[in-house]
């Protein structure tokens, strides 16, 4: 299974994101490990692990998901970050 990349924009700061992005994963029951440059996270979407890393660039998040369900699109995961993050 390939992975996902995509880059989300933000406005703001990169400590405003940090806390967004770490709220959105924790809110979901997932672990959350990194700074304000870069980490990862992994959370469970219906007994199914979505692993994956973020680095912050600017004013873009960069994200790499290494493992997801494969019944989930990568544009969902995206969409959902979208929503989360904005």
Known sequence: MSDCNF???FKGSAEEIFN????AVESQGGNF???L???KFNVSVLSNTISGSYV???NELQVTITSKPVFLPCN???SFL???LS
């Open 7 to 9: 880059n989300v924009s």
């Open 20 to 23: 967004k992005t770490k709220s």
């Open 37 to 39: 440059s870069g980490g």
């Open 82 to 84: 979208n929503n989360k």
């Open 33 to 35: 490990e990194g700074d």
């Open 76 to 78: 969902a995961i995206q």
């Open 56 to 58: 912050v660039m600017g």
